[in-house]
């Protein structure tokens, strides 16, 4: 998030008590040791069934009732249009207008978190598919009937919501950047990007119905709820319950881009950390080749991101084929379309682990912000103090540099382990012989290892 | 003076040798799996059984395209 100074989050340099690239050379050690231990102690598939207890009714009637719903609905459509409000009418200074926060930390950051513990904890703060369902409701009242809705293709499946995910990074991350001075996405953009996002929204939900574009095209519901598949709370016919943590992932990945979706998610989180970092002299070098050939200077910025942003996502696809075009070398291997499928599921670990790993420190320092001075002045011009903390502020020294790197590569193990673990299993269902199923996650196991090392790379290039 | 001014650029080197050595390790293992296959597969003129499918397997899984081991019935 290139928009806040320590967006990759250090005060000071790391004093390290060992060069860092050999904590890379250490993870990847827990990595190998933890495929070993799989192999030899896990030999039937255990997440394969969710295994979903419910929960107390009461707490169920609670929760998921109708006002408890409305209500959820309500403070989200609130919340937006507070944002879209200050980013219209606030202040053009990035940290201290309440839209950005609000949206590229408190909602982009946090929901992933949450979820990936409690569950799908967007789902009822949703504010466009509120919307939708108090429009669908009325039309029902009024019509009498439901409202028509196109089939939505099969085919197209997650796709729109993996191209809307790199284009809502790219806002932020590409468009905000402008002549070589990277000063970010302003509020006023922000809030015309989510008025248009809105309009967008609504629209596709108008045609193929509010669920059905939540499932599979609406960014947000799609985004945080493929994390919130490893949480251990779910809703079934309409009740609460425990299920077994990550056991909801193996069902996520059946539709068309699914996998498109976790790679985007791991593609734009490595370009946010190179660009400023591993990346910094190529980015720099195709943008005095694009200068050179007349274009003006934010164009030849904008346009050199977006290849990197590109060449990041063709490059995380890359491997994790590879990786699956390993598994097909072992005997008793399903088609390679299967493969791609059935195993995306495992790079949702890895996906959290980046987010975790590249903006944990920012999360915890701007929202500090965001509870303080940006909840009461949320337009930013010095003038209001709702709550009365309008004088509150960051207080930066909460979390060392080692603490942050420590957090990081912890981040790093848990989340590849995590998906080494998802995969055996999930190799252990393709494979009768729990042999061949190891054997064939050799190559998971390289693919792990390439996203461990290269994680801490950015890392350790961007801390500086 | 030692020319250690541009070390920097390298580091990302260090990054990239645990992947090598898992390669390695992946491709030597599926060598020597390769290798005690063949040893152990009699060959074609040896099989009793062409036709029959794998112990064990669903057969529909079977897709690779490499040829499924037959296995010998068992003797009485």
């Known amino acids: 998030m290139s928009w806040l100074p320590f967006a990759h989050a250090l005060v000071a340099r790391q004093d390290l008590p060992v060069p860092a ?53 309500a403070i989200g459509v609130f919340l937006l249009g507070v944002a879209i409000y200050s980013g219209l009418r606030g202040t053009e200074a990035p940290d201290r207008n309440f839209a950005l926060t609000f949206l590229f930390v408190t909602c982009w950051l946090g929901f992933p978190f949450f979820s990936a513990i409690f569950g799908d904890l967007f789902r009822p703060f949703n504010p466009w598919r509120a919307v939708g369902r108090v429009a669908g409701s009325g039309f029902r009242l009024i019509a009498g009937q439901r409202s ?53 929204t609504l629209a596709m939900m108008a045609l193929f119905g509010t669920e059905e574009w939540c499932e599979r095209g609406e960014v947000f519901s799609v985004y945080f709820g493929m994390f919130s598949q490893l949480g251990f709370l779910g809703v079934e016919d309409g009740r609460l319950g425990r299920r077994m943590p990550l056991s909801a992932a193996t069902r996520w990945a059946t539709l068309p881009g699914s996998a498109a979706v976790v790679i985007a998610s791991i593609a734009t989180t490595s370009f946010d950390g190179a660009q400023e970092g591993a990346f910094k002299d190529a980015i720099e070098t195709v943008f005095e080749w694009l200068s050179e050939t007349g274009m003006d200077l934010t164009t030849a910025l904008r346009l050199t991101d977006t290849i990197f942003i590109t060449l990041c996502f063709a490059g995380v696809g890359l491997v994790y084929l590879l990786g699956v075009r390993g598994m097909r070398t072992v005997r008793g291997a399903p088609s390679f379309a299967k493969l791609r499928t059935g195993f995306a599921h495992t790079l949702i670990p890895i996906a ?9 420190s920012l999360f915890v320092f701007q929202e500090q912000a965001q509870f303080t001075y940006l909840l009461s002045d949320p337009l930013g011009t010095a003038t209001t103090d709702l709550f009365g903390t309008a004088s509150g502020g960051i207080d930066f020294t909460i979390l060392s540099a080692n603490a942050i790197w420590y957090v990081q590569v912890g981040a790093l193990v848990v989340g590849h382990v995590l998906g080494l673990t998802l995969a055996h299993d999930r190799a252990l269902a393709y494979w009768p012989d729990y042999r061949d199923a190891s054997r064939s996650q050799y190559w998971m196991l390289a693919v792990m290892v390439a996203f461990t090392c290269f994680g801490l790379y950015l890392l350790s290039v961007s801390n500086g | 003076m030692l020319p250690l001014a541009h070390l920097g650029h390298w580091l990302w080197i260090f990054y990239v040798v645990p992947v090598l050595i898992v390669i390695a390790g992946i491709l030597r293992s599926s060598l020597l799996a ?39 019935p068992p003797s009485r």
Do not use: M
């Open chain 1, 21 to 73: 690239w050999l904590f890379a050379w250490g993870a990847s050690i827990v990595l190998i040791v933890s495929f070993f231990a799989l192999a030899a102690a896990w030999r039937t598939p255990r997440f394969e069934r969710e295994r979903w207890r419910p929960l107390g009714a009461g707490l169920s009637r609670v929760l998921l009732s109708l006002p408890t719903q409305v209500v959820c609905g």
């Open chain 2, 34 to 72: 390769r290798r005690r296959d063949s040893a152990r597969d009699p060959g074609p003129e040896e099989v009793g059984d062409a036709g029959a499918p794998p112990a064990g397997g669903t057969g529909r899984e079977a897709e690779n395209g490499d040829s499924v081991t037959a296995r010998r």
């Open chain 1, 148 to 200: 028509a809705h196109l089939t939505y293709p099969e085919k197209l499946g997650r796709w729109p919501a993996a191209i809307g995910l790199i284009a809502v990074v790219w806002l932020e991350v590409v468009y905000g950047a402008s002549g070589g001075v990277a000063v970010g996405l302003d509020p006023h953009a922000c809030a015309v990007a989510a008025l248009v996002y809105t309009g967008y």
């Open chain 1, 352 to 360: 959290l682990a980046y987010l975790v790993a590249h903006y944990f």
